[in-house]
């Protein structure tokens, strides 16, 4: 029997980037929030101490800071003719599991989504037209366009502090920024990184063939910086020990160390960790959350009665607690309906690994999380890419984001894996390759999406989460066009050798691609085809508000945490909307 | 031991002028309880077998936790046979590889700790990843007896550490290839994780046991732990960073 605890005003789930900022936004109000986090608390020091925090085998192949999937994870197909298989170790994805959540051990590549990523279905039928799009893609606009989240990108720009070089400040165009982005209304609130020698490469070559090469925007201090609300960061030190790894500089920016204290400091926030939250409990007619169900560490249940009630636990959860939830309609691929589950998507990767000669020194380990030279030229919205048969794009990069030797080990194809021959081409490659990579956009489809699985259930008896996902033929083309701009960047770069790495045929959960998964509660202004309408309101229960990725109708060519920590931003002043006059904020 | 009993030993120890060094685990010269020359040696019987301890030169540290002696000998030639010694750099036995696989398997990795193990249980595709009901430490319980038999019975009744050098690395080749008949297990299972964690303990920080002496890193140029790069990486841009690498020990 759960403990019936005492109300509170609003109860926030998950407290990493965007549960963090919710929280410190909405304690202004001085209403009693209670914040519940499934994993410990964290603090820089003693955590994340130099130099036991250099630990490669500990954080980035043993994942200390990230989900333990004995307890919770998801099951996986392709497609629904296969039986769905649990996840049975970390691979594809890392999310996050303790105070800041993925945010502490993400790299820090800050992006604003570009303005065709925001409403891609108004601006494909405006300049193609409605037969442009392929069978089974969903397509879909926000509702929320790109000049409506501005203030919001910027707004968490300054909170992270983060380093770049403006392209588009408010409409003029600036060489050496990115000239595809949209107009801003300032610049970075920090000069870019200094950049390596395979950054240095990367931009020579990129302009020698008439693109547009700029620094990436980054998260990782490169100067010691305060940001609006007076927390401190440390200056970055290109550590190299930085995705997968919380920083011993406070010099990534991070929720655990700007808005959580934030938040903590404040008499009308509790925060309660080792609180996992089992399920949002509605009312009869399901269309009001009453309270939600946790587990303490000793697994002890509790119920906690709330006002209202904010996910904010990571794409995958945040959809996971709606199906077991009931908020709102479970999608159905066979005929279409419902919302919940809806337009899943990841990203699709390919590009070159560039070999060089003995006298070219990358020195890989010299790096940062967020450390890149970018172009832009072929991401979803800067070119015509249905000339090329595919619609979408991908940001193409160098990373120079650390060379640790367990998990960086570049050699040319047609090495062996082991023996005498394996260990030359390491020793003779280590410091001399660089990559550059293609994150390509993936579009929403009928037959991708997230449901419950009727097998397997989790530790607390609930079922998991199936995920039935696999790559299309559309995002194929668009990852085998990039891949050859990629070989061609590599090509210009003078190396000895480059090694095209084409489009995957399936999409594997087993090698690690990216923390960037999206959709499953999307924003919109449809209820048959959205979640949550465009103020991250749920459209069947208006006192839950959802947050992260999953709000995303489809993928982009670039890193979600610029629009989750945007949207994150924007959601807590429309929740003070509506804690003024509670309701739907949006006509349904 | 409390906190307090800890800060209290570490100052006694600072006091007589004994570092970590001494005390924490070996990253010195100590080799493996197997030596490489009795890896190599065909059909010769591992230390361990004999009834008496071998001669205790090595640290606590060196000692097997979690294979018995036939096991450790036949991870001992496995690593030998992916990670040879040669005239590039130190072989995988002589970095301690094979202790650090025994220590990974008698803690917690080893019991499949972050590992979701809750059935049923089915062959997936290979998008599906593993699904066998072994945390890592029963995988290889049971790859060493599969690969035994197996050499047992198609290499003139020899197990994998008693072959030749040279018919190591070719049974080793048709592990990988998914050529070899394991009566229990999928040989790819074995051959994964083996490849996998003799990788780590190579290039891991040689508090975990491998990379004795930073000497993997050495050979490849990775400065290791050390990463403080804010003046270096603008200093170094396109030449060589020499530098002896250093682990977390050396730092701590
Ligand atoms: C290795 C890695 C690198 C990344 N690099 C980048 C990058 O460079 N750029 C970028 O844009 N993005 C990056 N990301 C993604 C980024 O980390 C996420 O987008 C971001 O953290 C999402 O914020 P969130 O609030 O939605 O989730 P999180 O920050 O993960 O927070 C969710 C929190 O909810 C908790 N929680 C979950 N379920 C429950 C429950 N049932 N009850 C209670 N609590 C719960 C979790 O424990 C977690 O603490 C990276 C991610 C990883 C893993
Ligand atoms: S690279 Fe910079 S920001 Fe990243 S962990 Fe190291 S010091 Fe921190």
């Known amino acids: 029997m759960a403990t019936k605890l005492k109300a ?26 209670v914040v519940l986090e499934r994993g410990k608390p964290r603090d820089t020091n003693p955590d994340f101490a130099y130099p036991h925090v250099h630990d490669e085998l500990k954080y980035a192949q043993r994942h200390e800071l990230m989900q333990d999937v004995s307890r919770e994870t998801l099951t996986f197909r392709n497609n629904s003719n296969e039986t769905a298989l649990p996840m049975r170790q970390l691979g594809s994805f890392l999310p996050g599991e303790g105070v800041g959540g993925a945010g502490v051990h993400w790299n820090g590549v800050t992006w604003r989504w570009l303005p065709w990523d925001h409403e891609p279905e108004k601006m494909t039928i405006a300049r193609y037209g409605k037969s442009a799009l392929p069978e089974g893609m969903q397509l879909q606009d926000w509702g929320v366009s790109y000049d409506e989240l501005e203030p919001y990108y910027d707004k968490f720009e300054y909170l992270c502090g983060v380093g770049g070089k403006a392209g588009n400040l408010g409409g003029k165009k600036i060489d050496g920024g990115n000239v595809f982005e949209g107009a801003r209304k300032r610049d970075y609130p920090n000069p870019p990184m200094i950049q390596t020698h395979a950054g240095d490469l990367f931009e020579k070559a990129a302009r020698s063939l008439g693109y547009h090469p700029f620094p990436g925007p980054s998260a990782n201090m490169t100067q010691s910086y305060i ?57 009869s007619s399901n269309k009001r959350a009453e309270s939600v169900t946790y587990l303490d ?6 119920e906690q009665p709330g006002g209202m009630v904010i996910l904010a636990a990571y794409a995958l959860s945040n959809v996971h607690l709606m199906l077991l939830s ?46 890149a030279m970018n172009i832009d030229d072929f991401n979803t919205g800067s070119f015509d890419h249905l000339k090329e048969g595919f619609i979408g794009g991908g940001g193409i990069s160098t990373p120079s984001a650390g ?6 080990r570049p050699v040319p194809p047609g090495t062996p894996g082991w023996g005498t021959d394996w260990k030359r081409a390491v020793v003779r490659h280590y410091n ?23 097998t397997y259930r989790d530790r607390y008896g609930r079922p998991l989460m199936r995920m039935t996902f696999d790559y299309q033929q559309n995002e194929q083309k668009q990852a085998n066009y990039l891949a050859d701009i990629c070989v061609n960047i590599g090509n210009a770069m003078g190396a000895e050798r480059v090694a095209r790495r084409g489009a995957p045929q399936r999409y594997s959960i087993v090698p690690y691609q990216s923390t960037h998964n999206t959709g499953g509660a999307v924003l919109g202004t449809d209820p048959t085809r959205s979640a949550l309408n465009p103020f991250s309101q749920t459209w069947d229960v208006s006192n839950v508000f959802v947050t992260g990725a999953c709000s995303f109708p489809q993928n982009a060519g670039k890193n979600p945490t610029g629009p989750v920590g945007a949207l994150a931003l924007r959601a807590a002043d429309s929740i003070k909307r509506y804690l003024k006059n509670p309701g739907p904020l949006a006509p349904v | 031991m409390s906190d307090h009993e800890g800060m209290r ?98 803690g917690a990795y080893g019991r499949g700790a972050r590992m979701f193990l809750n059935g049923p249980f089915a062959q997936g595709t290979p998008q599906q990843g593993y699904q066998l009901p072994l945390p890592p430490a029963d995988l290889y319980r049971v790859g060493i007896a599969d690969l035994n038999a197996w050499c047992v019975k198609t290499r003139d009744g020899k197990r994998f550490d008693q072959l030749p050098v040279a018919d190591r690395a070719v049974a080793l080749k048709a592990l990988e290839a998914g050529q070899a008949e394991f009566a229990q297990i999928p040989p790819r299972a074995f ?62």
Request: include cysteine; hydrophobic fraction near 40%.
């Open chain 1, 8 to 33: 509170a005003d609003i109860v926030i789930v998950g407290l990493g980037w965007t549960g963090g900022i919710l929280a410190k936004e909405l304690a202004e109000t001085g209403l009693s929030i």
């Open chain 1, 227 to 283: 940001n609006p609300d007076g927390v401190a960061f440390g200056s970055c030190h290109y550590c190299g020990y930085c995705e997968r790894f919380g920083c011993e500089m406070n010099a990534k920016a991070s929720a655990h160390f700007t808005v959580i204290p934030l938040a903590a400091a404040k008499k009308n926030v509790e925060i309660r960790t080792d609180s996992r939250v089992m399920k949002v409990n509605l009312d």
């Open chain 1, 297 to 302: 560490a000793a697994g002890r249940e509790f």
């Open chain 1, 326 to 371: 009931g908020i709102g309609k479970p999608y159905n691929p066979t005929t279409g309906t419902g919302v919940v589950g809806r337009n899943y998507a990841y990203q699709i990767g390919s590009g070159a690994n560039v070999f060089f000669d003995e006298k070219t020194w990358m020195n890989p380990f010299m790096g940062a999380g967020a450390l």
């Open chain 1, 403 to 408: 060379g640790r030797p367990i998990g960086f």
């Open chain 1, 432 to 454: 001399h390759t660089l990559a550059v990579v293609n994150q390509g956009s993936v579009m929403g489809y009928r037959q991708n999406y997230l449901d419950l699985d009727p």
């Open chain 2, 9 to 106: 030993r570490r100052d006694v120890l600072k006091g007589i002028g004994i570092t970590s060094a001494a005390v924490g685990i070996a990253t010195t010269a100590a080799p493996p309880v197997l030596t490489e020359a009795q890896a190599q040696t065909p059909a010769q019987e591992p230390p361990h077998a004999h009834p008496h301890p071998p001669e205790r030169h090595a640290d606590a540290a060196d000692i097997f936790r979690y294979f018995t002696p036939p096991e450790a000998a036949t991870v001992t030639a496995l690593v030998d046979t992916l990670i040879p010694k040669d005239d590039v750099g130190p072989g995988g036995v002589e970095a301690g590889v094979p202790i650090f696989i025994d220590h990974e398997l008698a």
């Open chain 2, 191 to 252: 051959f994964n994780i083996l490849l996998q964690n003799t990788m780590e303990g190579y290039f891991a920080d040689p508090i975990y046991g491998g990379n004795r002496n930073n000497a993997v890193w050495a050979m490849i140029g990775f400065p290791g732990a050390i990463g403080m790069y804010e003046e270096d990486i603008e200093k170094y841009r396109n030449k060589q960073y020499v530098v002896a690498p250093k682990s977390i020990q050396d730092l701590s």
